[in-house]
């Protein structure tokens, strides 16, 4: 079964600096990853996916994520942190080997950018 | 483009008492999804559509919880008898489903945030 895990509840960074967004999943074939971040009060709005090719994927707002196939992980970045990137981020995964339709979201994680 | 419209914003009602949730998604769109999302966690698939026909329904509480899209367009989702642990938002999303077995991402409302007194 597909699963997926943000290890951590918050990030704290200062403004200015690098922010990184841990993601790690488990599928049983190929896996389709994507970042979402929701504002309060709001949905969730796509920011980037990974299907197939370059394992470094650009997004939104400045955003890009690293595929990497050997530890499972799907980590968000941001070279440069604001502090109106403090919102709640999800990775989502989906299995592509079962031929299923779901979409699982993790817990999420946020982000406090400090000026 | 118009984005996925949700409504009502905000339902208080009492527990044993229904209640009904509409989705209009983004025109074109095939796949509508509708996700439970608690407080402090993600957001977890109630149902998903594909046109009109249900696609996967593996976590919808049947007995309480019924979903309908009729014409393939416009969804509502309902809860009767309401309980306490059914306080969310309940999300409503679209999607362009598959291109090229490539999964399209999905677009999401901004939901309706449902409190049980």
């Known amino acids: 079964a597909q699963s997926v895990a943000q290890p951590e509840d918050q990030v704290n960074v200062a403004e200015g600096n690098p922010l990184t967004v841990k993601c790690t999943y488990s599928v049983s074939g190929n896996p389709y990853l994507f970042w979402y971040v929701q504002y309060p009060n709001r949905g969730l709005q796509f920011l980037l996916k990974?299907?197939?090719?370059?394992?470094l994927v650009k997004g939104s707002y400045g955003f890009e994520a690293e595929f990497n196939k050997s530890q499972t992980s799907f980590h968000l970045k941001k070279p440069s942190a604001l502090v109106s990137d403090s919102a709640l981020y999800f990775c989502a995964v989906r299995d592509g080997a079962t031929g299923g339709f779901k979409t699982i979201f993790g817990a999420g994680t946020r982000p406090f950018v400090k000026a | 483009e118009a984005g996925v419209a949700q409504s009502p914003r905000y339902k208080i009602i009492e527990k044993r008492q229904s209640v009904a949730f509409w989705c209009n998604p983004i025109?074109?769109?095939?796949?509508l999804y509708w996700y439970q999302q608690i407080l402090g966690q993600g957001p977890k698939l109630l149902i998903q559509?594909?046109?009109?026909?249900?696609?996967?329904d593996s976590q919808l509480p049947k007995d309480r919880f019924s979903a309908e899209r009729l014409k393939g367009v416009d969804s509502t989702l309902k809860i009767q008898p309401a309980k306490l642990e059914d306080s969310a938002v309940y999300l409503c999303a679209s999607s362009l489903g598959s291109r090229g077995g490539s999964p399209q991402p999905q677009h999401f409302g901004d939901g309706t945030r449902l409190s049980i007194l």
């Open positions: 990974y299907i197939t090719g370059d394992n």
């Open positions: 559509f594909q046109n009109n026909g249900v696609v996967d």
């Open positions: 025109s074109g769109h095939a796949t």
